[in-house]
T-cell receptor
């Protein structure tokens, strides 16, 4: 059974710092992994989608990597801004093409 | 391109009452998902449709929850009767297709926040 863990659960950093969010999964037989952002009271916004054959994806200040063999993905945020404050969720696509979510990392970027 | 639409955005009911949520996926998306997100947790899949057929409903409490996707487009999720522990945000998502896993990026609606008193 696939289990997804995100560490840390919460993170507070000063503006301008580079930071790394971690996502680990127990079953390496995945077909993709998706990172989302969720603002309070809102739905999920897709940030990056990595296919199982890919090692990383980049969008602006965001870079996501995938290491299937070790069951890990990282989301790197460069030069963090207060507007980046949100909860970040990773979702692993596996099994019968369904997604298992982690519990998220709550990020607060201080001005 | 219009996103995933959901209604209502908020609903407050008393326990043992019934409630229904509606979702309209992105046009052309064959796969539709309903998730339950309890405060402080990640979304949990309740049911997954491929067109108008059910792919996975293993985590749907079938004694009180039901869902349908008539004509393979819109979907409704119903709870009858509601319990206090059903208080959560109900999220609908859609993706293009499931057969290959490729291009299976999920797009989410804004969610319906349900409070059961």
């Amino acid at each position: 059974k696939q289990e997804v863990t995100q560490i840390p659960a919460a993170l507070s950093v000063p503006e301008g710092e580079n930071l790394v969010l971690n996502c680990s999964f127990t079953d390496s037989a995945i077909y993709n992994l998706q990172w989302f952002r969720q603002d309070p009271g809102k739905g999920l916004t897709s940030l990056l989608l990595i296919q199982s054959s890919q090692r990383e994806q980049t969008s602006g200040r965001l870079n996501a990597s995938l290491d299937k063999s070790s069951g890990r993905s990282t989301l790197y945020i460069a030069a963090s801004q207060p507007g980046d404050s949100a909860t970040y969720l990773c979702a692993v696509g596996s099994g019968t093409y369904k997604y298992i979510f982690g519990t998220g990392t709550r990020l607060k970027v201080l001005a | 391109e219009a996103g995933v639409a959901q209604s209502p955005r908020y609903k407050i009911i008393e326990k043992r009452q019934s409630v229904a949520f509606w979702c309209n996926p992105i046009s052309g998306h064959a796969t539709l998902y309903w998730y339950q997100q309890i405060l402080g947790q990640g979304p949990k899949l309740l049911i997954q449709f491929q067109n108008n057929g059910v792919v996975d409903d293993s985590q749907l409490p079938k004694d009180r929850f039901s869902a349908e996707r008539l004509k393979g487009v819109d979907s409704t999720l119903k709870i009858q009767p509601a319990k206090l522990e059903d208080s959560a945000v109900y999220l609908c998502a859609s993706s293009q297709h499931r057969t290959s896993g490729l291009n299976n990026e999920q797009f989410f609606g804004p969610g319906t926040r349900l409070t059961v008193l």
